[in-house]
């Protein structure tokens, strides 16, 4: 009966220590789980900067070259209303005076 006795406590030992060394498996596996999440976590981070950074500096680069093109769009345009107004303002002036005094 003493053996039977000493050998389920033998049993029980083993088992103990089996399922404390799972328990550690398992804590050192959730670290590492932690662990890896955590950098790609952080590479994906910076990645996504990086990305959205060469976003803004293309729309940067975009915008400035439009407003490049507005600024020499309206310059073209008010010199030529310059021009126009040289040309033919006595010839405004006049048809404002008849448009004024028909009345």
């Avoid at 103990?16 to 994906?44: G, H, V, Y």
């Avoid at 990086?50 to 600024?71: D, F, H, I, P, T």
Wanted: proline letters at 0%; charged letters at 40%; zero cysteines.
């Amino acid at each position: 009966m003493d053996a039977v006795i000493e050998k389920i406590s033998e049993i029980e030992s083993a088992a103990t220590d089996i399922m404390e060394a799972a328990a550690q498996r398992k804590k050192t596996f959730f670290k590492e789980m932690e662990e890896r999440t955590a950098a790609f976590d952080a590479q994906l981070e910076k990645e996504t900067e990086k990305e959205l950074e060469e976003l803004r500096a293309g729309m940067e680069v975009s915008m400035n070259e439009r407003l490049k093109k507005q600024r020499s769009d309206s310059q073209k345009l008010l010199e030529t209303m310059e021009k126009r107004y040289e040309e033919h303002h006595t010839q405004y002036v006049e048809d404002l005076f008849h448009t004024i005094t028909k009345e």
